[in-house]
Structure formats: C-alpha cells, structure tokens
C-alpha cells in the first residue's frame, strides 16, 4: 500500500508542477484585500468632509485614477498588434491590466467621495463599475482556461492528459475498492454530462457542490481503510506515523483528481462562457472611454 500511495502521490506532485503559477493568485489575493482596506478607510475619511471631488485633492484623486485606467487600453493593443510583441512578456501586460483595472477606479472612487453630484459624473462612474465589475467577473473564467491567472492557455487534451485515466486510481486504492468506484463514477457521470465543446449548465451549477459532498464521504471511507486494520493489531508510534503520512498522501490525490475532473467537464463551458464574457466586456470598454472623456470635458467647461 505503501508503494502505490507514493506512486499516486508522484502524479499529484507532477500536476502541481503544472499548475506552480497558480501561486500568483495569492498575491491577486493579497492586493484585493489591501484595495478593499483602502476603500474603506476612504469611505470613512469622506464621513468627514475632509475634502471634496473638486478641490485640489478631489481633483488629483480623479487624475491619478483615470491615468490608472488609460494603459488598461494597451494590453489588447499588445495582444493584436505586431509591432508591440517584443513590448515585454504578455504575462506582465495581463498582470499590471487587472492589478490597474481594480486599482484605478478604487481611487476614483476615492474622488467621488462616494457620492454622484451631476448626471455625467454618474454615468462616467457606472460605466466605470461595469467594467472594473466584469474585468473581476471575467478572471473567474480566464483562470479556468488557463493556467493560474497568468499562465498560458490551456487544452482539453492537455486537460485530459492530467486526470490520468481511471487505470491509476484502480492501482492507488487498490486497498478501498470501495473509493475505486466512487471516483470513477464521479468521472463518468460528469463526462457524459458534458459534452466537449457545448455549454452544461447544470454541470456549471452543481459540479462543484457534488464535489465537496463527494470528497467528505471519501475521506471517511479512507479513513475506515486505512485505520481500521491498525487499531485492531494496535500498532506501534512509528507505523501509525507512516499510516499517517500514507493517509494524507492519499487525501490530497483524492482532492486533485476530483479537481482534475471537474476541470476537464467544465473546460469547453468555461471557455464558451469566458467567449460570451469577452463579447460583453470590450463595448462596457469603450463606453467607459467615451465617458471618461465627456465627463473630463464637462468638468473643465463648467
């Protein structure tokens, strides 16, 4: 038992090397809270009237914000232009495009002192939230077609490749045939209903639910495998150690494969999904621009 945990627990290690920049998500996480402790302390700054939209403080906020957004622009130019392709690596133009895209409208908001003063103002702002909002909406399924947020794009086969085929979870729980069936089942089911290259909604919805009840059953069932045999023959320190290392060895297989699973059934809706999303998100772009710039004009003229 030992040797197949160590052999499943090398295939996990294999597909964590494939996904190590995934990593990058923590930091996307970590700047998300800083951002979100800015726009609170702003909000209760701006309780206080310490300043407004207009004075000189206001009106640099709102500079400072909209600079923010305008190179928000480039990175689909960097994309489809050929003559920017040596203008850096395409991570790092996707990278400072979120990181500005959620930054530049929280100073704005700072700006605004959380209120709206003007009808131009108002749309300027709502357009900037439908956008900085669908920019946030839109990492969701960009990550799920590609590895980690900035990673590159990946395939259904490529996908596939990485569940493995049910032959390896026969060989690693060959002890619990009992979680053999169970995860193939979970695999099966979710193939059929999924077909590659059309949307599965109700995999969308409750995939992910299946999942995790799937995943608490399975743990019990690991547990009652592989503690039973050593309380009865009362083992010693030592071989509960090694029982111990196996066991979590075997949970983490049991969560990447249910994980690899629900990425290969999902993968052709996520990226449909993420084609809609594109579709919806370049007009909100330029609607932004258009009243950015009108509610730039409108502020100087009057």
């Known amino acids: 038992m030992s040797s197949i945990a160590q052999g499943g627990y090398r295939g996990v290690e294999r597909r964590k090397a494939a996904r190590s920049v995934q990593s990058g998500d923590y930091g996307w996480k970590l700047f998300l809270i800083l951002v979100t402790l800015l726009m609170a302390a702003g909000y209760l700054v701006s309780r206080f009237n310490l300043y407004k ?22 990175y689909p130019l960097r994309k489809r232009l050929r003559f920017m392709n040596n203008w850096g690596l395409l991570p790092n133009w996707f990278r400072l495009h979120m990181m500005l895209g959620v930054l530049g409208p929280a100073i704005v908001m700072l700006h605004t002192t959380f209120s709206i003063r003007s009808i131009n103002a ?18 969701f399924f960009y990550t ?41 089942r979970f695999r099966n089911k979710a193939m059929i209903l999924s077909p590659v290259g059309k949307i599965s909604l109700w995999n969308f919805l409750t995939l992910g639910i299946r999942a995790q009840w799937l995943h608490r059953s399975l743990i019990r069932d690991l547990e009652e495998a592989m503690y039973g045999d050593a309380q009865e023959k009362n083992w010693n320190d030592v071989q509960m150690k090694r029982l111990d290392e196996i066991f979590y060895q075997n949970k983490d297989y049991i969560e990447k494969y249910l994980q690899a699973v629900q990425n290969v059934a999902l993968f052709s809706t996520y990226e449909k999904l993420f084609s809609l999303w594109h579709l919806f998100h370049v007009p909100l772009v330029y609607m932004l621009v258009f009243s950015a710039i009108w509610h730039v004009i409108a502020v100087h003229m009057y």
């Open 122 to 139: 108002g749309v300027a702002l709502l357009c900037m939230m439908l956008v900085s909002g669908s920019g946030i909406f839109g990492r």
């Open 53 to 74: 939209s207009g004075d000189r403080i206001g009106y640099n906020l709102g500079l400072t914000g909209g600079l923010m957004m305008l190179p928000l622009l480039l």
């Open 144 to 184: 799920k077609v590609h590895y980690g947020l900035y990673g590159r794009q990946m395939s259904f086969k490529q996908l596939q490749e990485e569940l493995e085929g049910t032959e390896y979870v026969k060989s690693i729980f060959s002890f619990a045939p009992e979680i053999q069936m169970k995860l193939i």
